[in-house]
């Protein structure tokens, strides 16, 4: 009797620590959309995430939030948290190019990486599912339309287009 008590506590550990396992970047982020600043780049949950890397109130904060999410779903790479999205640029990422013309994948869970031409100027997301050039993604510092500067945390849908200065570059994976 007791063999059987400790086998079935056994498998609800098991059963626990999976679910946690199932946990991802994209179910965290999806627990702040909605979020909206109540100025411009202020507000409660805006300056919790701009907190978090040591950058001022009134700053643009995607990438606070992208590293809100990468710290609060534990994961181990990359182990950059910054309010600079250009920062997540590393030797994993892939280049948007190649990802455009079927030659690497981009999917549920990677980093996406705008930049603005030549400068250190750009945006970050967290995609939710890509294929090719088009991809769902949830972004901080962001709004309705075609915004990279808005008003909180939202779904988008969004293309790899090469004509714009200031378009996707990279994907950079994730891992837990």
Known sequence: MWLMRYFWWLLLFFFLQSQSLLADVVSTAEKYVGVRESGHNRGYWVEKFQAFVGIPKGSPWCAAFVSWVLEEARVKYPSIRSGLAMAFVTKRSIKAKHVAKGYKQAGRNFL????????????IGIVVNWHKINGETIEGNTGNGNLRDGDGVYRKKRSIIDSQSFRIEYFTPTEL
Do not use: A, L, N
């Open 112 to 123: 996406v990486i705008w930049k603005r031409g030549d400068t250190w100027k750009g945006h």
